[in-house]
């Protein structure tokens, strides 16, 4: 009884948690024209873009096959289609379903931009993330919630198109909505419920 009451509860603080990425990427799978480094860091493996509602503001993040921080050159550039009048500037690498009209982009330095503006990048082992408001992003005729996006990875070092390392995805999607308070509320329940049944455990172990 209690395997299924964990089970249960496990099952259910997961599904709060939603899905913990839009999009996933083969590893390894460089683009042909690119001529810069291969250190596991410019391989991304899986991004996202999820805009919050109630603070207006994204998140962006993605995981390379490896550490990332103080990786020279690596950056990581979100591209963005916020309405109005885009460029498919990768048409000529076989990628013309990428479409942008502003761009974010996070650095191994630990440095990052929006547009011009500065803001804070985050760095944790293999995955790099900013918190973005949405006003340095204006729109061109979409809702925040309705911008489409994409990520590649650059060498900065290298010139051309030679420096685009990797796409995730290879086309614009929609940018993921943050998970309402109830299910934030659903989830914290859930992972409680689990740390009772653990203490209650230990306990009885004891």
């Known amino acids: 009884m209690k395997k299924m009451f964990l089970k249960a509860i496990t099952a259910t603080a997961l599904a709060a948690a ?3 990425y839009a999009v996933s990427d083969a590893a390894n799978d460089f683009l042909s024209v690119y001529t810069g480094s291969h250190d596991a860091a410019f391989d991304v493996l899986s ?7 109630a603070t207006n503001e994204f998140v962006f993040r993605t995981t390379t096959a490896g550490p990332i921080a103080g990786v020279a050159g690596a ?5 963005l289609d916020v309405g109005g009048s885009t460029n498919a500037p990768f048409a000529s690498v076989g990628l013309p379903g990428v ?10 330095d630990g440095t990052g931009n929006a547009g011009a503006n500065a803001i804070s ?3 944790v082992g293999d995955q790099i993330f900013s918190t973005v408001s949405a006003a340095l992003l204006p729109s061109k005729g979409l809702a925040p919630k309705d911008y489409t996006w994409t990520v590649w990875s650059i060498d900065s070092r290298v010139a051309g198109p030679g420096r ?3 796409f995730a995805p290879n086309a614009n999607i929609t940018v993921s909505a943050v998970p309402e308070a109830d299910t934030y509320a659903m989830l914290m329940a859930g992972l409680g419920m689990l740390g009772m049944v653990a203490r209650r455990r230990s306990r009885k172990g004891a």
């Open 18 to 20: 939603g899905n913990a």
């Open 47 to 53: 991004a996202d873009v999820a805009y919050n509602a």
């Open 75 to 79: 950056a990581y550039v979100f591209g």
């Open 99 to 108: 479409t942008f009209n502003a761009t974010v982009t996070l650095r191994a």
């Open 121 to 123: 990048t985050h760095i």
């Open 164 to 166: 685009l390392a990797d």
